[in-house]
């Protein structure tokens, strides 16, 4: 996989980068958009971090032109987004809206005239605040007005489209948007969690069936996948991390790949649990074509009753990683290890640790391309004096996680490509425009874009790898050889 120090990639690798709607549109009043979840809650004081909204963000809506030129300067060869439910079926029911649609196709045009192959997620977080009102992802009706809408939306944008990915981390969905509440809409209910986590899965499936009926892409479900590790060897610590992974991993990946939620966990949460329906798990276990992973740091956790013994060990508690679900559901807690490095968002850095995620979902569940749809790192970055924005460390931090993907890829893992999370800095939800994430500065007030010195990187890198010599892995035909 490396010759010269240089991490060699197969030549079909996709290279790309990835966005979300709410995140950098902006223009949330303009040409019938409809609310969204998100625009509520942002509104709502002390919901995020300095009142910070979407409602401007980076202003994408009117400046997609002059970011797919810089996708095109980049190098990438496919680009994910997400499109905003809110945008083309304002309500969440009834007829698109075609002003919604236009903007779409317009980024379609300008992604095409670059060859850059749209990757569109269709649900990135912000829901219709009509269907919120009518209960969210708790509302089984929610899943069913999914599949209708993205049932029209397929058959609008169809045949522009290769690959759909229904869902962006419904994990963050369902439990951090109804459990812990730190995101729309905010309810703090372990079984609204437990409903909405099972009816984004139904809407999953249902728009999987919906998609497949109306075209011949492919079709997928990204995840945020966790890569858990007990803090020592007592029962408890471990305990307390099978039920954290079990959370996080496998009450998705269970119903998705084997067709049923995990026992520990349905035992865990008792009469929480949500209502499931005669089919709904055939449906969730519809077979996908591709699953998307978003990776960012390794989790280390220990039982909340263990707290002194942990300090006693060199751990402190991440108190920015908590609230967790699990302090509600199993007593878990999330500890750091002091001298780790870490992101602004103090997550540490261990690319090692997306290697063996990828290899332990290949070995547990079965053989699956595999799209890292999300990887990427916030920094306490700034525009110098010259005009520049130095990140080495969004530099080492991308390397050593492409280095990882390698390493799985070598072991045999299906990974077809990479996208770095974010093309953009942008608005990171509840903590507003704090923490920058893209390898693109924005400046809020303007608008203005600065290429960072990763998206220099970046591109070299992919560059380099174009030029890289292959190995050719069939044999050349002896009759076509000439003598
Ligand atoms: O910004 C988010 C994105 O919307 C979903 N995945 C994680 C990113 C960083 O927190």
Redesign the pocket.
Known sequence: MATDGVTVFPPSFVWGT?T?SY?IEGAVDEDGRGLSIWDTFSRTPGKVLHGDTGDIACDHYHRYAEDVQLMHELGINSYRFSIAWPRVQPEGKGELNPDGLRFYSELLDHLEANQIVPFPTLY??DLPQSLGDQGGWSSRDTAYRFADYVDKLVSALGPRISQWTTL??PW?SAWLGYAVGQHAPGETNVSAALAANHHLLLAHGLAAQAIRARSDAEVGITL?LAHVTPASDDPLDRLAATLTEGNANRMFLDPLFLGDYPADMMDLYGDARAEIKEGDLATISTVIDFLGV?Y?APAIVGSRERIAELQALGYCVDARRTPNLLDMTASAVHVKRPGFTSTQ?GWEVEPATLTELLCNLRDQYRPIPIYIT?N?M?NADYVRQDGSVLDPERTAYLEGHLRAVAGAIAAGVDVRGYYV??LLD????A?GYS?R?GIIWVDYATGERTPKASYYWYRDFIAAQARQPRECSVPPDPSSIPV
């Open positions: 990835a979300a995140q990135h977080w962006n981390e963050c945020n978003n960012y968002m999300e990427g916030s999370w974010s942008n608005f990171e939800w903590l923490q994430f």
